[in-house]
Nanobody
Framework: QVQLVESGGGLVQTGGSLMLSCAASGRTNSGYTMAWFRQAPGKEREFVAGIRWFDGGTYYADSVTGRFTISRDNAKNTLYLQMNSLSLEDTAVYHC????????????????WGQGTQVTVSS
């Protein structure tokens, strides 16, 4: 099991930037795919971005492509999400997640989750 703790959320104006971090502990040996999901009020949790463990290949939701960048520092066991050009629609609780194997976009396929960090974008 992997323990995950997110940080870096907050309040930002439209067009602004934030960087989220997710510190991993526990069985963080290689083989864990990491991803960011988000959940807005009244909506289902949705895939935002994922990163492969073996080569750092990345995947993004269409809604964030070109604005968000996912990265990981394996030496520090930390996952990041750089978010630029934020819009009102990006307001949500952002969760990091981990699973063994390839990146998938279904939240039910991830077995380790952080508690989430709130991102609020205001006009």
């Amino acid at each position: 099991q992997v323990q995950l703790v997110e940080s870096g959320g907050g309040l930002v104006q439209t067009g602004g930037s934030l960087m989220l971090s997710c510190a991993a502990s526990g069985r963080t040996n290689s083989g864990y795919t990491m991803a960011w999901f988000r959940q807005a009020p009244g909506k289902e949790r949705e895939f935002v971005a994922g990163i492969r463990w073996f080569d750092g290949g990345t995947y993004y939701a269409d809604s964030v492509t070109g604005r968000f960048t996912i990265s990981r520092d394996n030496a520090k066991n930390t996952l990041y999400l750089q978010m630029n050009s934020l819009s009102l629609e990006d307001t949500a609780v952002y969760h990091c997640a981990a699973r063994k194997g390839v990146v998938v976009r279904s939240s039910s396929s991830y077995d380790s989750w952080g508690q989430g960090t709130q991102v609020t974008v205001s006009s």
